[in-house]
């Protein structure tokens, strides 16, 4: 696959995370409504290298980051590996 066409594959993933994002965020603000106090939960994962690290404001949302940390991780190791060039 000719560089090019993979620079504009990444530009597009880009742009769709993006949009993507954006979506998710105008969503849930109209569902909850400007005035209404709910419970807030969070989360983050920081990915170092191979290691990634957690934080999540309950155990709930840190198990279900940290399982989507190792399907991303796995994903790319396999991505890394099917697409690499001897």
């Not at 990915?47 to 279900?64: F, K, N, Q």
Request: net charge positive.
């Amino acid at each position: 696959m000719p560089a090019a066409h993979l620079a504009s594959l990444g530009v597009a993933l880009i742009l769709v995370g993006f949009t993507v994002t954006i979506i998710a965020i105008l969503l849930l603000s109209f569902h909850r409504g400007w005035g209404e106090k709910g419970e807030g939960r969070g989360g983050a994962v920081i990915v170092l290298g191979p290691i990634p690290i957690v934080i999540g404001s309950d155990p709930g949302t840190a198990r279900t980051l940290m399982l989507l940390a190792i399907i991303l991780l796995a994903a790319a190791a396999i991505l890394f590996l099917a697409l690499r060039v001897v």
